[in-house]
């Protein structure tokens, strides 16, 4: 089993910056890779970045490449999503997920665990 929890939303306005984390307990964190999702009212949620299990490899959805990045501090089972330039659009509730697969993956289907989400609003 493995427990996530999220941390760091808040209300911002457009042009701000955001940190979220997400700590891990539970399994070994360096095994699994980490992902962070989103889902803004009265859509599905989405894919926003995931990294690998050694940080060495991540991935991104388009319309957060250049403003958002997603780091690890495996000493601190901890995964972060910097959030920088928010615009109104990314206003959701945001989740970090964990998958045991053997790459990383954008789809929420490869992700074994989930978080309870934390709330990111940004006023334009």
């Known amino acids: 089993q493995v427990q996530l929890v999220e941390s760091g939303g808040g209300s911002v306005q457009a042009g701000g910056s955001l940190r979220l984390s997400c700590a891990a307990s539970?399994?070994?964190?360096?095994?699994?890779?980490m992902g962070w999702f989103r889902q803004a009212p009265g859509k599905e949620r989405e894919f926003v970045a995931a990294?690998?299990?050694?940080?060495?490899?991540?991935s991104y959805t388009d319309s957060v490449k250049g403003r958002f990045t997603i780091s690890r501090d495996n000493a601190k089972n901890t995964v972060y999503l910097q959030m920088n330039s928010l615009k109104a659009e990314d206003t959701a509730v945001y989740y970090c997920?964990?998958?045991?697969?053997?790459?990383?993956?954008?789809?929420?289907?490869?992700?074994?665990?989930w978080g309870q989400g934390t709330q990111v609003t940004v006023s334009s």
């Open positions: 997920a964990a998958s045991f697969r053997t790459i990383i993956y954008r789809v929420q289907g490869a992700y074994d665990y």
């Open positions: 539970g399994r070994t964190f360096s095994n699994y890779h």
């Open positions: 990294i690998s299990w050694s940080g060495e490899s991540t």
